[in-house]
């Protein structure tokens, strides 16, 4: 097992904290960034704290949500250009300037660095508030992916200016720490992601679905779970599975998601069965229901998909990054290979798939791994790296300030 610090953290019995977290994107939006901050959210509220989630308005009928320990505030939105489904929000410094005047938060934490985010480092600034950051996606490595690869250096330019005007920026993994880093990040701090073992669990496999996909009971089933877009590498899941299918006739590859390759990828390949987007206990059963779990994305910076078929008790074949750098002992709970060895990568696939007695053994250590990483102790830490910034931010203030006593 690889050495991971996922440190349990003391619970703060301290006075709640009242956090603004402002996020472009939300559930029922399906993808990591989403499913993450749902779990922390639910983490904060469940240790006492308050949040006001500030987020955009993803349809005409949208209306904000209100209950124990949270609000929602709906900003102005539009889609994102060339990926279907996901919003980004309009500047919005003066309203939330207003908003957080009238009723100041301890702390605001931006998850992404849209418009919107930039506005809420803005306006937090211009009031005093402690104000920490979420680094989530690559977005500048994905440039090149969309046909803009000239926009990498100015979107990195960006990202770094954004974070480094908040306190902390948290990332999900040490690898991505040491990087931002490396490209001059200043305050950084790794927060990593947990996976729901009761919800993704081998109990789940369906013999009526591996029916459905036309797998007999013995024959090998790789399963991709993600958004099915150019960043995603999925080219080469394809040529990996065609390597196997040469070894294994049988064997079925099923592709679980949504995005704009889907069409295109569909139209070429009859033989993969192309699931759609999936959700909860229908995901899960998708998962549990394969063998083999193909991830050669090299653009993730965390890849909540690889923790959730570990613990569907799937072998895991991925490159050496993001979580599975993290987490998987290679040839023990997964098999690594190299960022960037298309050829490695195949011939891992291979072996895996023509393999039943390894995929097991991979399989069962995979879903014992998988059980130490519980979000309860991830909560844990972020909630008390968020009270040390306010507490930090307080210390520094001077005693005549009007709200300092307010501060928690």
């Known amino acids: 097992m690889k050495d991971v610090d996922f440190v349990t953290e003391e619970r703060c019995l301290r006075p709640s904290l009242r956090i603004a977290l402002v996020t472009e994107t939300w559930a029922p939006e399906i993808n990591g960034v989403a ?17 006001q989630l500030v987020r955009p308005r993803q349809a005409l009928s949208d209306r904000a949500a209100d209950g124990p320990g949270f609000e929602e505030v709906l900003a102005h939105g539009m889609k994102i250009p060339n990926y279907d489904g996901l919003r980004f929000g309009l500047p919005a410094r003066t309203r939330l300037f207003r908003l957080w005047s009238r009723q100041r938060p301890d702390l605001v934490h931006v998850a992404t660095e849209g418009p919107l985010g930039w506005s809420a480092v803005s306006a937090s600034i211009r009031l005093g508030i402690p104000v920490t950051s979420d680094f989530h996606t690559n977005f500048d490595s994905y440039s090149a992916h ?21 306190a902390v920026t948290f990332v999900p993994t040490r690898a991505m720490a040491q990087d931002l880093r490396a490209r001059g990040y200043r305050s950084v701090e790794v927060v990593a992601r947990g996976v729901d073992t009761d919800m ?19 024959d090998p089933v790789v399963v ?24 294994r006739p049988a064997a079925r590859l099923v592709i679980v998601g949504d995005g ?3 069409k295109a990828l569909q139209e070429g390949n009859p033989d993969v069965v192309f699931a759609g987007a999936r959700r909860g ?25 690889t923790l959730e078929a570990m613990a ?59 059980e130490s990483l519980e979000w309860e102790r991830i909560n844990d830490r972020f909630a008390n790296l968020l009270q040390r910034v306010v507490d930090e931010a307080q210390s520094a203030l001077p005693d005549f300030l009007p709200f300092k006593a307010t501060v928690r």
């Open 281 to 305: 206990g229908d995901l899960a059963a998708h998962y549990a229901s394969g063998d083999l779990f193909l991830f050669p994305s090299l653009s993730e910076t965390w890849g909540n998909v």
């Open 146 to 166: 969309y046909g803009v690869g000239w926009l990498e250096r100015p979107v990195a330019a960006w990202l770094k200016r954004m974070h480094n005007r908040t």
């Open 200 to 218: 993704f669990n081998p109990a789940r496999r369906s013999a009526a679905l591996r029916e459905a996909w036309g797998a007999g009971a013995d």
């Open 35 to 51: 499913m993450t901050l749902g779990r922390m959210v639910d983490g904060l509220i469940a240790r006492g704290h308050r949040v």
């Open 224 to 247: 991709w779970v993600g958004r099915v877009a150019p960043e995603k590498n999925l080219p080469l899941v394809l040529e990996a599975f065609a390597a196997i299918r040469r070894r």
């Open 260 to 262: 704009p390759l889907r």
């Open 312 to 370: 569907s008790g799937l072998c895991v074949v991925a490159y050496d990054c993001a979580a599975a750098a993290e987490v998987i002992s290679s040839g023990g709970d997964g098999m690594l290979v190299r960022p960037g060895a298309a050829t490695a990568f195949v011939a891992e696939s291979v072996v895996a798939a023509s393999d039943g007695e390894l995929r097991a053994r991979i399989a069962l250590a995979a879903r014992k791994r998988s």
